[in-house]
């Protein structure tokens, strides 16, 4: 793998990629979120602006010390806040891109009546939040994409074995993505650890990648699979 490093083979490829997790408003000071570092997606950036490629990167609430390899690697970052911000930052970035990688953890649902203030408990009962579901962003990207543009969708799944494989081959399906990135999670899994174990599956559920390892080397295969998927695009 690291003979391997050093290519510039994505040399006139523009990527999108998100990372990160969404926020979605409950009040002004709060908000429903998840535990999304950022960290995967920043390392699918890197590894493909060192690889050559123009990359567009929307950044869903992801730390400054996370960021900054992505930075450093010349990653253009936008940032983004709720799945709302999101999805606009993503449209316009896709429409330059050869690629959209989709590796944000987005929220499901949003909070249907936003209070304009603060909640408090002087409120009384306590507040029950109505729930409504969010625009499947990477779903719609697929559906508009531009002739030979790749999309990558992940799936971050506690589910173990042949029914991780089943759940993820249904996803790819539902959204339309030419490939989508599976990996395990759970408790101390996936999320905030750097160790991690992926698989990523393609048109007819062949599994194009099977790797371990630091989200570095995950990032590499995720890069390789879209290079390949790119350059079989463009003929
Ligand atoms: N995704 C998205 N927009 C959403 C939800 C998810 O673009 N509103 C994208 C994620 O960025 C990821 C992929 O879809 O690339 C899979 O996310 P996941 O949460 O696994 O899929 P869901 O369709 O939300 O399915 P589930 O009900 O299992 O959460
Ligand atoms: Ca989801």
């Not at 950036?45 to 730390?63: D, K, P, Q, S, W």
């Not at 395990?184 to 750097?194: I, M």
């Amino acid at each position: 793998q690291a003979l391997l490093r050093g290519r510039r083979d994505l040399a006139g490829v523009t990527v999108a990629v998100s990372a990160g997790g969404t926020r979605e408003p409950i009040d002004p000071v709060r908000y429903l979120g998840n535990r999304s570092s950022g960290r995967q997606g920043v390392a699918v950036a890197v590894a493909a602006a060192e690889r050559g490629a123009r990359v567009l990167l929307a950044a869903c609430n992801v730390e400054a010390e996370v960021l900054r390899p992505a930075e450093a690697a010349g990653v253009e970052v936008r940032r983004a806040g709720s799945a709302a911000e999101l999805s606009e930052v993503m449209r316009e970035v896709a429409e330059r891109a050869d690629a959209v990688i989709m590796a944000a953890a987005v929220a499901d649902y949003r909070v249907d009546a936003v209070s304009e203030r603060k909640l408090t408990k002087e409120d009384g009962e306590p507040p029950v939040l109505r729930l409504v579901e969010n625009e499947d962003i990477v779903a719609g990207l697929a559906a508009r994409r531009r002739p030979g543009q790749v999309v990558v969708a992940f799936a971050a799944e506690t589910a173990v074995g042949e029914e991780l494989l089943a759940r993820a081959s249904r996803k790819r399906r539902r959204k339309g993505v030419d490939l989508i990135v599976v990996n395990e999670v759970g408790w101390g899994k996936g999320f905030e650890v750097a160790e991690n174990r992926l698989l990523i599956l393609g048109a007819d559920d062949v599994v194009v990648a099977d790797v371990e390892g630091s989200k570095r080397d995950v990032a590499e295969a995720v890069v390789d699979a879209v290079g390949v998927a790119v350059s079989a695009a463009r003929g």
